[in-house]
């Protein structure tokens, strides 16, 4: 059975307990990393489906992440930026690498160590470091280089997601979120950052938490949350959530 068709026979198995308002159609993607290929595939994947389920006020929500690891952080960055220009409905959750990035390109030197830590050297390289400049600069030499090579106004895009985004009975998130705390009162290191305090929590958090962050193979569909992070960078699989009033399903690459 192809993929989709898969997922949409088990989405449509899962109890109705969830739902968006009427007349609106919501598709949430996981983390990108730097994938632009995989995105304009499923960006063509949305649009198919958009069309075919008729008509409704449809929005994207990009859960995080959108940089490191994969080969075109930037192309990921310009391709979005360009969509939230135009006027397209869309909006950005603030992932940890995003987080990263953002001190680095300030000229947090520290910061610059650790993004090349999880994989932000080919970020660094999409936006036009070379091999050379890699190789002999020092951490100092380097982050001057970042800072000037990184445009302003992609730092004034990034620096602009949210953290969390709410609809009906779905809350969306990058990482998760601290159970027992109010959603008011989260801390942004938690939204951006939390794995496993989140992930083994068995009880409700008020709303189904959609989530990526930590990456599972599958769908990782549990009764009080959904990780749609499907390892991108690595697994060529880019996964997107849709949902309208309380049907949901999935695509993927």
């Known amino acids: 059975m192809p993929v989709k ?3 949409n026979f088990v989405a449509r198995r899962q109890p109705a307990a969830c739902s968006i308002p009427a007349g609106r159609r919501v598709y949430a993607v996981g983390d990108i990393h ?8 499923l960006l063509a994947m949305i649009d198919a489906d958009d069309r075919e389920r008729g008509t409704a006020r449809s929005e994207l929500i990009f859960l995080g992440d959108l940089v490191d ?3 075109d952080s930037k192309g990921v960055v310009e391709r979005l930026l360009a969509m939230h220009r135009a006027g397209q409905p869309v909006r950005f959750l603030m992932g940890n690498h995003e987080e990263v990035l953002l001190r680095a390109a300030a000229g947090d030197v520290r910061a610059l160590r650790f993004l090349i830590r999880i994989g932000g050297k080919e970020t660094l390289m999409s936006y036009g470091l070379t091999d050379e400049e890699y190789r002999t600069l020092d951490y100092d030499e380097l982050s001057a280089v970042v800072s000037a090579r990184i445009p302003q106004d992609h730092v004034d895009f990034l620096g602009a997601f949210e953290n969390w985004i709410e609809v009906g009975d779905y809350l969306f998130v990058h990482a998760g979120l601290r159970p027992g705390i109010a959603l008011e009162d989260q801390k942004t290191s938690d939204l951006c950052w939390i794995r496993d305090d989140f992930l083994n929590h068995r009880d409700s958090f008020g709303r189904m938490v ?5 990456i599972t193979e599958d769908v990782d569909l549990k009764p009080n949350r ?5 390892g991108a960078f690595a697994s060529h699989r880019l996964t997107a959530i849709g949902l309208e009033k309380d049907e949901r399903w999935f695509l993927s690459t």
């Open 5 to 7: 068709a898969l997922f």
């Open 34 to 41: 730097g994938r632009l290929d995989l995105l304009d595939r």
């Open 69 to 71: 690891r994969g080969p």
């Open 210 to 214: 959609v989530h990526g962050h930590s």
């Open 226 to 230: 959904i990780g749609i992070d499907t």
